[in-house]
């Protein structure tokens, strides 16, 4: 018997995603709303409650609106939105986060799914704050660059447009410093101290890089890049989706620079350190539609379903 699946805004660039990934499994069963009916809560109502797993590809406010239709106890959400990434009632959808966390998403109905550039960045910060080499009242800063994708239809359309010379360059923005990922940021590393935080987009469809640099001197006493690596590696050992890359990775040193494209059309997330003997930066890649958004959500749907985690990815 197949699970029923419905995508609540699935024609938003991770709703789209979210279709591609399931359309070949034959475990799935897609639910479907009349184009005339999308903005009709009772039909919306109905198909989210027929559900056996939905996925919420919205707007905060119109994802809470849309998670208190659901009145069916057997309906799993997965909330792609920031609404709920650090609400109590709902389960950060990271599986690597820490040991237990795939439990929590096989037994709750709530699935908050984590923003692109806090993925990135809780993966490199998470291991290091449990291991106690970077202590969490530290401030710390980090910059992402990102590929034009994440900004939505309106910012795809405008970049494939062409013709406007502002789009040429790298554009940083985030300059508020208040980016909306900053709270999952800390609430799912530990970190007590608000980081600093640049969020970059560039001239290019997809791909995600978000790098953390550090000075060993403000880490627990004898903190190197060997450790942070080994770290890194005993957090993820065995981890299908986590890709600790060697310390220094010798292809990007022989090249000069790095590729932030490089974890494109995966599922995967590559980590790297890079140092010298007092500073490290630390780097995390991965695809800002894949396991930056739509694929993480996938993969959670397949671990609370008890499929295998890989499936369809």
Known sequence: ?????????????????????????????????DP?????????ARLLNAADVA??????AAAREAAALV????????????AHRTSPDWVFGLPELAAGQRDKLRKSKRIANPGCHASAFILLARPLVDAGLLPAA????????????????????????GGDDKLLSPRPYGLTLSHKHIPEMMAHTGLTAKPVFLPIVGNFYKGLAVSLPLHFAQLASGTDAT??????QAHYAGERFVRVMPLQDPATLESGFF??????DTNDVDLFVFAHDTQ???????????????????????????????LGL
């Not at 590729?259 to 494109?264: F, K």
């Open 1 to 33: 018997m197949a699970y029923q699946v419905y995508v609540d805004g699935q024609e938003g660039t991770t709703g789209l995603r979210i279709h591609e990934y399931l359309a070949q499994r034959s475990d799935v069963e897609l639910l479907r709303i």
């Open 36 to 44: 005339d009916k999308r903005k009709d809560p009772a039909e919306r």
């Open 55 to 60: 996925f919420l590809c919205l707007p905060d």
């Open 71 to 82: 009145t069916n106890p057997n309906t799993c959400l997965i909330d792609a939105s920031t």
């Open 138 to 161: 530290l401030p710390v800063s980090a910059t992402s660059i990102t590929g034009y994708s994440g900004g939505g239809k309106k910012m795809i359309e405008q970049y494939q447009a």
């Open 227 to 232: 450790k942070i690596h080994a770290a890194l």
């Open 259 to 264: 590729d932030v494209q490089g974890s494109n």
């Open 280 to 310: 490290a930066v630390l780097i995390a890649r991965l695809d800002n539609l894949g396991k930056g958004a739509s694929g993480a959500a996938v993969q959670c749907m397949n671990v609370h379903l008890g499929v295998d985690e890989a």
